[in-house]
Protein backbone atom coordinates (compact mmCIF):
# COMPACT_ATOMS: atom_id res chain seq x y z
CA UNK A 1 0.00 0.00 0.00
CA UNK A 2 1.49 3.32 -0.73
CA UNK A 3 -0.13 6.94 0.22
CA UNK A 4 -1.11 9.29 -2.58
CA UNK A 5 -2.19 12.82 -1.92
CA UNK A 6 -5.98 13.92 -3.83
CA UNK A 7 -6.47 17.71 -5.32
CA UNK A 8 -8.03 19.26 -7.76
CA UNK A 9 -6.35 19.68 -11.15
CA UNK A 10 -5.98 18.94 -14.40
CA UNK A 11 -3.52 17.19 -17.04
CA UNK A 12 -1.68 19.87 -17.88
CA UNK A 13 -1.67 20.96 -14.56
CA UNK A 14 1.03 17.99 -13.34
CA UNK A 15 3.22 19.52 -16.19
CA UNK A 16 3.15 22.98 -14.49
CA UNK A 17 3.78 24.52 -10.67
CA UNK A 18 1.50 22.22 -9.47
CA UNK A 19 3.66 19.24 -11.05
CA UNK A 20 6.76 21.00 -10.10
CA UNK A 21 5.79 21.16 -6.52
CA UNK A 22 4.34 17.25 -6.37
CA UNK A 23 7.76 16.07 -7.86
CA UNK A 24 9.98 18.35 -5.32
CA UNK A 25 8.83 16.11 -2.75
CA UNK A 26 9.39 13.31 -3.86
CA UNK A 27 6.31 11.98 -5.97
CA UNK A 28 6.82 8.22 -7.77
CA UNK A 29 4.08 9.68 -10.42
CA UNK A 30 0.67 11.13 -11.69
CA UNK A 31 -2.54 9.96 -12.11
CA UNK A 32 -5.37 11.88 -13.29
CA UNK A 33 -9.19 10.51 -12.13
CA UNK A 34 -11.77 12.33 -12.86
CA UNK A 35 -10.77 15.77 -12.63
CA UNK A 36 -8.67 15.02 -9.83
CA UNK A 37 -4.51 14.83 -9.81
CA UNK A 38 -3.35 12.07 -7.65
CA UNK A 39 0.04 11.79 -6.73
CA UNK A 40 1.72 8.64 -5.34
CA UNK A 41 4.05 8.65 -2.73
CA UNK A 42 5.98 6.04 -0.95
CA UNK A 43 4.49 7.49 2.19
CA UNK A 44 3.27 10.33 3.55
CA UNK A 45 4.95 14.46 3.31
CA UNK A 46 4.90 17.79 4.88
CA UNK A 47 4.63 20.57 2.98
CA UNK A 48 2.30 19.75 0.45
CA UNK A 49 0.49 22.37 -2.18
CA UNK A 50 -2.34 23.54 -0.12
CA UNK A 51 -6.43 22.09 -0.86
CA UNK A 52 -5.38 18.28 -1.08
CA UNK A 53 -5.83 14.91 1.17
CA UNK A 54 -4.03 12.00 1.89
CA UNK A 55 -5.62 8.75 0.72
CA UNK A 56 -4.18 5.18 0.64
CA UNK A 57 -3.64 4.01 -3.25
CA UNK A 58 -2.89 0.10 -3.81
CA UNK A 59 0.59 0.08 -5.62
CA UNK A 60 -0.06 -3.48 -7.15
CA UNK A 61 -2.53 -1.61 -9.38
CA UNK A 62 0.29 0.41 -11.21
CA UNK A 63 2.67 -2.90 -11.39
CA UNK A 64 -0.38 -4.38 -13.19
CA UNK A 65 -0.80 -1.58 -15.45
CA UNK A 66 3.27 -2.06 -16.31
CA UNK A 67 2.93 -5.50 -16.62
CA UNK A 68 -0.15 -5.26 -18.79
CA UNK A 69 1.91 -2.58 -21.58
CA UNK A 70 0.25 0.41 -20.47
CA UNK A 71 2.96 2.06 -19.72
CA UNK A 72 3.26 5.57 -21.02
CA UNK A 73 5.40 5.92 -24.37
CA UNK A 74 8.64 8.20 -24.45
CA UNK A 75 9.74 9.83 -27.37
CA UNK A 76 12.63 12.50 -27.11
CA UNK A 77 10.71 14.86 -24.68
CA UNK A 78 6.61 13.53 -25.55
CA UNK A 79 5.42 11.41 -23.20
CA UNK A 80 2.11 9.86 -24.61
CA UNK A 81 0.05 8.54 -21.73
CA UNK A 82 -3.51 7.25 -21.56
CA UNK A 83 -5.25 9.81 -18.94
CA UNK A 84 -6.21 7.43 -16.26
CA UNK A 85 -2.32 5.86 -15.81
CA UNK A 86 0.48 7.04 -13.94
CA UNK A 87 3.37 9.36 -15.44
CA UNK A 88 6.69 10.36 -13.93
CA UNK A 89 7.68 13.32 -16.13
CA UNK A 90 11.04 14.69 -16.18
CA UNK A 91 12.35 18.45 -16.27
CA UNK A 92 11.13 19.74 -19.99
CA UNK A 93 9.04 16.25 -20.95
CA UNK A 94 5.73 17.20 -21.95
CA UNK A 95 2.92 14.49 -21.37
CA UNK A 96 -0.20 14.10 -24.16
CA UNK A 97 -3.24 12.02 -22.28
CA UNK A 98 -4.17 9.98 -24.98
CA UNK A 99 -7.39 7.73 -24.82
CA UNK A 100 -7.63 6.08 -28.17
CA UNK A 101 -10.47 4.05 -27.75
CA UNK A 102 -11.43 2.79 -31.36
CA UNK A 103 -8.92 5.15 -32.91
CA UNK A 104 -5.39 4.29 -34.26
CA UNK A 105 -2.39 6.19 -31.89
CA UNK A 106 -0.97 5.19 -28.91
CA UNK A 107 1.77 5.78 -29.72
CA UNK A 108 3.04 2.37 -29.19
CA UNK A 109 3.33 1.55 -32.69
CA UNK A 110 6.33 2.23 -34.74
CA UNK A 111 4.83 4.54 -37.46
CA UNK A 112 3.26 6.86 -34.59
CA UNK A 113 6.73 6.87 -32.55
CA UNK A 114 8.50 8.03 -36.10
CA UNK A 115 6.45 10.86 -36.23
CA UNK A 116 6.26 11.94 -33.13
CA UNK A 117 10.46 11.56 -32.78
CA UNK A 118 10.59 13.96 -36.02
CA UNK A 119 8.36 16.24 -34.79
CA UNK A 120 9.99 16.86 -31.15
CA UNK A 121 14.13 16.56 -32.97
CA UNK A 122 15.57 18.83 -31.22
CA UNK A 123 16.35 20.93 -34.60
CA UNK A 124 12.83 21.37 -35.47
CA UNK A 125 11.09 24.00 -34.65
CA UNK A 126 7.03 24.08 -35.05
CA UNK A 127 6.54 27.48 -33.78
CA UNK A 128 4.94 29.82 -35.70
CA UNK A 129 3.37 26.78 -38.34
CA UNK A 130 0.75 25.73 -39.83
CA UNK A 131 0.22 21.83 -39.54
CA UNK A 132 -1.93 19.60 -41.57
CA UNK A 133 -2.21 15.78 -40.42
CA UNK A 134 -3.33 13.70 -42.73
CA UNK A 135 -5.02 10.50 -41.14
CA UNK A 136 -5.54 11.94 -37.59
CA UNK A 137 -6.62 8.73 -36.23
CA UNK A 138 -6.77 9.47 -32.35
CA UNK A 139 -5.54 12.78 -32.91
CA UNK A 140 -2.00 12.07 -31.47
CA UNK A 141 0.23 13.87 -33.90
CA UNK A 142 -1.84 17.05 -34.28
CA UNK A 143 -2.03 17.32 -30.57
CA UNK A 144 1.81 16.76 -30.30
CA UNK A 145 2.05 19.49 -33.12
CA UNK A 146 -0.20 21.83 -30.87
CA UNK A 147 1.79 21.40 -27.79
CA UNK A 148 4.82 21.71 -29.30
CA UNK A 149 4.90 25.22 -30.48
CA UNK A 150 2.84 24.93 -33.82
CA UNK A 151 0.66 27.95 -34.56
CA UNK A 152 -2.53 26.16 -35.60
CA UNK A 153 -2.83 21.98 -35.84
CA UNK A 154 -5.81 20.69 -38.15
CA UNK A 155 -6.36 16.78 -38.49
CA UNK A 156 -8.98 14.90 -40.86
CA UNK A 157 -9.85 11.39 -41.21
CA UNK A 158 -12.03 9.58 -43.23
CA UNK A 159 -13.23 7.43 -40.13
CA UNK A 160 -16.40 8.94 -37.95
CA UNK A 161 -15.42 6.83 -35.01
CA UNK A 162 -11.98 8.41 -35.31
CA UNK A 163 -12.90 12.02 -35.32
CA UNK A 164 -14.44 12.03 -31.81
CA UNK A 165 -12.07 10.56 -30.08
CA UNK A 166 -9.56 13.02 -31.61
CA UNK A 167 -11.73 15.70 -30.08
CA UNK A 168 -12.19 14.21 -26.54
CA UNK A 169 -7.95 14.29 -26.56
CA UNK A 170 -7.84 17.72 -27.71
CA UNK A 171 -10.01 18.74 -25.30
CA UNK A 172 -8.23 16.29 -22.65
CA UNK A 173 -5.10 17.94 -22.92
CA UNK A 174 -6.67 21.54 -23.01
CA UNK A 175 -5.09 21.52 -27.11
CA UNK A 176 -6.01 23.68 -29.67
CA UNK A 177 -5.99 21.45 -32.37
CA UNK A 178 -9.21 20.88 -34.56
CA UNK A 179 -10.25 17.89 -36.44
CA UNK A 180 -13.08 17.10 -39.24
CA UNK A 181 -14.30 14.27 -40.96
CA UNK A 182 -13.32 13.87 -44.02
CA UNK A 183 -11.56 12.26 -46.88
CA UNK A 184 -7.80 13.64 -48.23
CA UNK A 185 -7.62 15.52 -51.35
CA UNK A 186 -6.46 18.22 -53.12
CA UNK A 187 -9.18 20.71 -51.18
CA UNK A 188 -8.73 19.56 -47.94
CA UNK A 189 -7.23 23.06 -47.37
CA UNK A 190 -6.47 26.03 -49.52
CA UNK A 191 -3.23 25.67 -51.73
CA UNK A 192 -0.07 26.61 -50.24
CA UNK A 193 -1.24 26.91 -46.73
CA UNK A 194 0.19 24.18 -44.48
CA UNK A 195 3.57 24.99 -43.66
CA UNK A 196 3.97 21.34 -42.54
CA UNK A 197 1.85 18.27 -43.25
CA UNK A 198 1.80 14.67 -41.10
CA UNK A 199 0.76 11.58 -42.89
CA UNK A 200 0.83 8.04 -41.05
CA UNK A 201 -0.91 6.33 -43.91
CA UNK A 202 0.83 3.66 -46.39
CA UNK A 203 3.08 4.10 -49.18
CA UNK A 204 0.90 3.61 -52.54
CA UNK A 205 -1.49 6.13 -50.56
CA UNK A 206 1.04 8.18 -50.45
CA UNK A 207 2.04 7.94 -54.01
CA UNK A 208 -1.78 8.94 -54.90
CA UNK A 209 -1.52 11.97 -52.62
CA UNK A 210 1.84 13.37 -53.71
CA UNK A 211 0.13 16.24 -56.09
CA UNK A 212 -1.70 17.04 -53.13
CA UNK A 213 0.52 17.35 -50.81
CA UNK A 214 2.61 19.41 -53.28
CA UNK A 215 -0.61 22.21 -53.71
CA UNK A 216 -1.35 22.19 -49.86
CA UNK A 217 2.22 23.04 -48.76
CA UNK A 218 3.76 26.09 -48.76
CA UNK A 219 6.99 26.60 -50.82
CA UNK A 220 9.36 25.96 -47.95
CA UNK A 221 7.17 23.39 -46.36
CA UNK A 222 7.63 20.06 -45.06
CA UNK A 223 5.98 16.56 -44.96
CA UNK A 224 6.38 13.85 -42.73
CA UNK A 225 5.77 10.63 -44.49
CA UNK A 226 5.52 7.48 -42.42
CA UNK A 227 2.95 4.29 -42.30
CA UNK A 228 5.85 2.92 -45.22
CA UNK A 229 6.17 -0.71 -44.48
CA UNK A 230 10.00 -1.38 -45.39
CA UNK A 231 10.54 -2.67 -49.45
CA UNK A 232 7.44 -0.20 -49.85
CA UNK A 233 9.36 3.05 -49.34
CA UNK A 234 10.65 2.72 -52.49
CA UNK A 235 7.50 3.40 -54.21
CA UNK A 236 7.18 6.48 -52.74
CA UNK A 237 11.06 7.52 -53.60
CA UNK A 238 10.89 6.98 -56.93
CA UNK A 239 6.91 9.23 -57.23
CA UNK A 240 8.16 12.17 -55.42
CA UNK A 241 9.12 15.31 -57.92
CA UNK A 242 9.13 18.87 -58.15
CA UNK A 243 8.24 20.62 -56.44
CA UNK A 244 8.85 17.86 -53.60
CA UNK A 245 12.22 16.57 -53.05
CA UNK A 246 13.40 13.85 -50.61
CA UNK A 247 15.20 15.53 -47.87
CA UNK A 248 15.24 12.74 -45.03
CA UNK A 249 15.03 9.07 -43.83
CA UNK A 250 14.42 7.52 -40.77
CA UNK A 251 13.76 3.85 -40.09
CA UNK A 252 12.43 1.97 -37.04
CA UNK A 253 12.37 -1.67 -37.10
CA UNK A 254 10.19 -2.30 -40.77
CA UNK A 255 8.98 0.77 -40.97
CA UNK A 256 9.87 4.23 -42.47
CA UNK A 257 9.32 7.99 -42.60
CA UNK A 258 10.26 10.04 -45.22
CA UNK A 259 10.60 13.80 -44.92
CA UNK A 260 9.95 15.56 -48.33
CA UNK A 261 10.49 19.51 -48.64
CA UNK A 262 8.60 21.83 -50.62
CA UNK A 263 10.98 23.70 -53.11
CA UNK A 264 10.10 27.53 -53.90
CA UNK A 265 8.23 27.79 -56.95
CA UNK A 266 4.29 28.05 -58.09
CA UNK A 267 1.87 25.57 -56.60
CA UNK A 268 1.85 22.86 -59.18
CA UNK A 269 -1.74 22.47 -61.34
CA UNK A 270 -4.46 20.49 -59.57
CA UNK A 271 -4.73 17.16 -60.87
CA UNK A 272 -7.21 15.32 -63.02
CA UNK A 273 -8.48 11.99 -61.27
CA UNK A 274 -7.04 9.48 -64.42
CA UNK A 275 -9.71 7.79 -66.02
CA UNK A 276 -9.75 3.83 -65.41
CA UNK A 277 -9.07 2.73 -68.41
CA UNK A 278 -12.25 -0.33 -69.29
CA UNK A 279 -10.72 -3.76 -70.26
CA UNK A 280 -11.63 -4.12 -73.73
CA UNK A 281 -14.87 -6.44 -73.95
CA UNK A 282 -15.61 -5.73 -70.48
CA UNK A 283 -18.88 -4.19 -71.03
CA UNK A 284 -20.06 -7.20 -72.95
C1 LIG B 1 -2.36 4.49 -39.23
S1 LIG B 1 -3.64 5.55 -38.74
C2 LIG B 1 -2.71 6.95 -38.17
C3 LIG B 1 -3.26 7.57 -36.88
C4 LIG B 1 -2.36 8.62 -36.26
N1 LIG B 1 -2.16 9.75 -37.16
C5 LIG B 1 -1.02 8.05 -35.87
O1 LIG B 1 -0.01 8.44 -36.45
O2 LIG B 1 -0.97 7.22 -34.97
C6 LIG B 1 -4.27 6.09 -40.31
C7 LIG B 1 -5.53 6.91 -40.23
O3 LIG B 1 -5.76 7.46 -41.52
C8 LIG B 1 -7.15 7.47 -41.80
N2 LIG B 1 -7.29 7.53 -43.26
C9 LIG B 1 -7.03 6.55 -44.16
N3 LIG B 1 -7.25 6.99 -45.41
C10 LIG B 1 -7.66 8.28 -45.32
C11 LIG B 1 -8.05 9.28 -46.27
N4 LIG B 1 -8.07 9.03 -47.58
N5 LIG B 1 -8.41 10.50 -45.81
C12 LIG B 1 -8.41 10.76 -44.48
N6 LIG B 1 -8.07 9.86 -43.53
C13 LIG B 1 -7.69 8.63 -43.94
C14 LIG B 1 -7.65 6.20 -41.12
O4 LIG B 1 -9.03 6.28 -40.84
C15 LIG B 1 -6.78 6.15 -39.86
O5 LIG B 1 -7.42 6.77 -38.76
Do not use: K
Not at 189 to 199: F, I, M, R
Amino acid sequence: MARAYRLRGRADDAEGALGAALWDAGCEGVQIDDGDLVAVFASERDGMPPGGAWEDVDARDHVAAYLEGLRPVRVGRLVVAPSHRLVCLREGQTVLWLDPGMAFGTGHHETTRLALAALAAPARDLRGLRVLDVGAGSGVLAIAADRLGAAEARGIDVDPESVPIARANADRNRSRARFELGEFGADSAPVGSVDLLLANLYAELHVRFLGAYARLLAPGGRALLTGIVAGREVLVREAVRAPLRLEGEQREGEWWLLELAREPGPAPAAEVEAAVPVAAGADR
